[in-house]
């Protein structure tokens, strides 16, 4: 199964600021997934991103509080703007393969204060 | 819409014990089911998956069943250890669209020595 490294592996921030989450993987991938796990909570979907297209958001997701970047089959970066406590979650990117199914990156732990 | 529910919600076993945990879907047009693995402020690790063709999946002391029909599945643990104390999510991916994965509520287990 591929191999995803994602950071930062955690980090604490002021409100009002932006931080960039990473990922890389080891191999060539059509699509890569972003989800946030909020506190005590399951894993949402935030969006979707294709290299070469702007990204697919799922409903109350949107672009400027989100914005991601895919610029090649092996990276991408989600960036959470304006940050405020209430985003202060667990961001993770994950791939998908047929054979081994979804793989996820080791997750971002963001805390906003 | 697809919904995913898991129980129990917490399970606190002593070492040595055979558990179950159980997960149900509402929609049984699924393309696989996948059992994770989450331990506190990280990401995910795959267990297992299951396609829909398919009834089980084992792998050395996990056993996952698949009954698509019904919209249930289970994963069965034996002799259960203290570094099985994590918690445990099923998700499923559904046949039509892009490849979205909706997940479980997440059963948190805890093994005492």
């Known amino acids: 199964s591929a191999v995803i490294s994602q950071k930062p592996s955690r980090d604490i921030c002021q409100r009002g600021t932006s931080l960039t989450i990473q990922c890389q993987v080891d191999s060539q991938v059509t699509m890569m997934f972003w989800y946030r796990q909020q506190p005590g909570q399951s894993l949402t979907l935030i969006a979707t991103a294709n290299q070469g297209s702007e990204a697919t958001y799922e409903s109350g997701f949107v672009i400027d509080k989100f914005p991601i970047s895919r610029p090649n089959l092996t990276f991408s970066t989600l960036t959470v703007s304006n940050m405020s406590p209430e985003d202060s979650s667990i961001y993770l990117c994950?791939?998908?393969?047929?054979?081994?199914?979804?793989?996820f990156g080791s997750g971002t732990r963001l805390t906003v204060v | 819409k697809q919904e995913v529910t898991q129980i129990p919600a917490a399970l606190s076993v002593p070492e040595g014990e055979n558990l179950v945990l159980n997960c149900s879907f509402t929609?049984?047009?699924?393309?696989?089911l996948q059992w994770f693995r989450q331990d506190p402020g990280k990401g995910l690790t795959s267990l297992l998956l299951i396609q829909s063709s398919q009834r089980e999946q084992t792998s050395g002391r996990l056993n996952a069943s698949l009954d698509k029909s019904s919209g249930r599945s289970t994963l069965y643990i034996a002799a259960s250890q203290p570094g099985d104390s994590a918690t445990y999510l099923c998700?499923?991916?559904?046949?039509?669209?892009?490849?979205?994965?909706?997940f479980g509520t997440g059963t948190r287990l805890l093994v005492s020595p």
């Open positions: 994950s791939v998908e393969n047929p054979s081994y199914g979804y793989t």
């Open positions: 929609d049984s047009a699924i393309y696989n």
């Open positions: 998700a499923v991916r559904g046949v039509t669209g892009f490849q979205k994965l909706v």
